[in-house]
């Protein structure tokens, strides 16, 4: 398997690596940010044990976008030829993965159980969005009751992968190995280009030279052997020749990760890898693992001790140091942790070594918020048998020596002021004002720039809080204090002074017009305010408006509650200046007046029907008279064509009102909903959606007979023509349509010998639920007759060309369940009883 290295130029690169035994390597260095590296595994290796953890986090994410399940990822493993222990092996991993960081990408950051963060690819910023790179533009958010273990989240954010740059020159100190590949670079008079691998022995071959051992060397020292060699062999190293030789494909390398690490084991690394590289791939400390006692272990020795808060509070890697073969890092337990909850800029629990103090674990959190109250902080301790509570003061911050367990919460100042003063109402500028030494109620309304015309100076209130805390009403006039006649108010912290306006004291004054303006309503009123004022606000009169037709009703006051017939308003008549002058004589409005604007007697506006189907002229027509009727109008159309069905004629008048039909219901939404129920109950019957039931449901066709209109014109049923109207007068009609509970809903030609039952046989006869009692027929001119029943006997309507038959469906009834039966039997019994006990009783 080749070893993989993966170049991180972007902060979101990954570096996968895996073990080899050629000792060649080859570098990537593909932006992760925009696109999957060529190189990244997307299948399973054969053996197992050959994948490092990075890969696998990568696989999981694959398999998890691809929507594959853990069933099909073992099927996957079998048939590439993994034995049943394998793949159990590789199972653990992936669940012990899953385990230790969500790799979930349909999800937004998380916390584990250590409270440490987990992001993933839906990290949005404080809007809920992405950036251009889809990472995160927030700051970390901690919870303000320090559960979030400081330190935690650096070893799961995966911005942040501590592998090293590859393409940065080979360090001073880097010391060759084995697997390790020196590029050799000779030019001038003599040219050659060797990539020479160091074998397990720590060789590498020189082509024509021989072995050179370099294991354990810097580049500097190995530059100087090899130049030493190719001297002795004849090459005019410094004199028209040069060498160059550098670091070509880096080796990896075993590192041992012991102790409280969320993954311990073998980790496969780079070799130019650092501790952190090597903590962030094992998981970084567990739930009790110390994040600032970090030991490098190497040759059995602890060469290094590392704190990561010197990263995470200084940005400092002094302790940083590079990974060598074998090395072991060891993270032991904690000894001491706090909790900081509260005012403090990052709450957390934090890990305190020996020598620190409570200073220092404030530093820690950054410091206290804007809000913090500083001047104590209250501790609880953990005794050998309980808790106690600790009062800490400012000046023994930097005396305090953190205990373990403790608990720090920073509590935030109280929301008061210690010289405010406050006025509102009708002054210039109401607000909060300082309490100056000696401050009164009248420097405190000059301070607000004085009073507003509009103030009610008669009386105003300061809201006071007294010794108590309870609170008390000071009342005053402003005027006679302003006039010296009343003595100055001194004021106290916390008042609250009230200056009321003479617009609060009284219901905010309007007028109403109504009738034939063009925009009536109510309108706010105004002094002087006149009829013609009004009438200009509500954009004018109307066309058929009459301007000596003006009614204005005003309230009354003082009506005599004693009589009967006394007067709820007054009433007075008036016109007004078409040309709306201005009238030294013109009506003066009051509070709450009601003007009302009427029509002249004479204006009619354009009245018009519609005339369709078998007549000469048909077309609109504008009504003449008011009493003209359907014969004139038949009339003035030129008369009837010869194909005209007489009987069919039908009349559409638009229901204004929602209540022509049911008679009796005051409540119009009522109606509606009743109309509304009984189109759904139809359209549930029928079968046919195009039958024109619906049509005539909706628009409100009247039945009329206007062969009798013709041959009586004038009469009571030549009804008065309406506005909007539509007369319709159909060719002859030839077919029945048949429709609702039958077989096969359809058209049927008329026939004069066949009833109603003959064309319910044409369509297919009745169906297992037709209500056949119940049929019903709307004839062309929209009339309805229903089915009468005569003891036994039913008579169905007679059917005419036009005509449409509908048969409903039967009810479906309920049958009655054990436990109804049951309680129905008991209620019986319990009759019988009471009955039989009754009369025993009498007897």
Known sequence: MTNIIVGVEDTQAQTVSGSTSSGTSTTNTTNMATSQPANTPTTLPNNPNEITDTQLRDFIQKAKASGMSDDQIRQAAAAKGMSVQDINKLQNRINLIRTAKDVNLDQTTKKDQLGREVTTDETKDEDGKKDEDGKTTTAKVYPRDGSAIFGAELFNNKNLTFEPNLRIP???????????????????????????????????????????????????????????????????????????????????????????????????????????????????????????????????????????????????????????????????????????????????????????????????????????????????????????????KAVDFSNYIPLRGDSYI??????????????????????????????????????????????????????????????????????????????????????????????DLRDEYSVNINGEVRSGGDFPYSDKMTVEDLIVQAGGLNEGASPARIEVARRISNSDPTQKDGPVSQVFHINVDEQFKINASSFILQPFDVVSVYSLPGYEKQRTVRLEGEVLYPGPYTIITKNEKISDLITRAGGLKASADIDGARLKRIDKLGINTEKGKSNISEVSQERIARLTHIQQTLKDSTSNVFEQLQNDYVGIDLKEILAKPGSNIDLILEEGDVLRIPSQQQLVKVNGEVLFPSSVVYTSSKSLTGFVSNAGGFSENALRRKAYVIYANGSVKSTHHFLFFKSYPTIKPGSEIVIPKKLQHRGLSAVEIGGIGGALASAAAVLIGIITLTR
Not at 218 to 224: D, F, L, N
Not at 297 to 319: A, E, M
Not at 364 to 369: K, L, S
């Open 410 to 503: 920073v509590d935030q100042i109280l929301d008061t002021y210690q010289n405010r003063v406050s006025i509102f109402g009708a002054v210039i500028r109401p607000g909060q004002f300082e309490l100056d030494k000696g401050l009164t109620l009248t420097q405190l309304v000059n301070k607000a720039a004085g009073l507003r015309q509009d103030a009610f100076t008669k009386r105003g209130f300061i809201s006071r809080l007294k010794s108590d805390n309870t609170q008390e009403i000071v009342a005053f006039d402003i005027k006679e204090i302003f006039n010296k006649n009343a003595p100055d108010i001194l004021l106290k912290k916390e008042d609250v002074v009230t200056i009321p306006s003479i617009f």
């Open 170 to 392: 080979t360090p001073q100190n880097y010391r060759l190995g084995p697997d390790d590949q020196i590029l050799v670079s000779i030019y001038g008079n003599s040219v050659a280009d060797w990539k020479l691998g160091i074998n397990p022995e720590g060789n590498i071959a020189l082509p024509g030279i021989g072995l050179i051992n370099v294991s354990g060397k810097s580049i500097e020292q190995a530059t100087g052997l090899i130049t030493s060699k190719l001297i002795a062999n004849h090459y005019a190293i410094g004199h028209g020749t040069n060498v160059s030789i550098g670091l070509g494909n880096i080796r990896s390398i075993k590192v041992i990760m012991i102790g409280e690490v969320v993954r311990p084991g073998t980790i496969t690394l780079s070799s130019l890898s650092t501790v952190f590289a090597a903590l962030y791939n094992s998981g970084g400390p567990n739930n009790i693992g110390s994040f600032r006692k970090i030991q490098v272990i190497r040759n059995g020795d602890v060469i290094r001790t590392l704190d990561v808060y010197d990263f995470l509070l200084k940005g400092s890697q002094k302790d940083n140091i590079r990974m060598q073969d074998g090395d072991i890092v060891r993270v032991p337990t904690y000894n001491v942790r706090v909790k900081l909850a509260g005012q403090v800029k990052r709450p957390a629990t934090y890990e305190v070594l020996p020598g620190e103090v409570l200073r220092d674990v404030i530093d820690f959190a950054g410091g206290f918020t804007e809000v913090a109250y500083t001047a104590n902080i209250k501790a609880t301790q953990i005794t050998d048998q309980d808790r106690k509570v600790v009062d800490v």
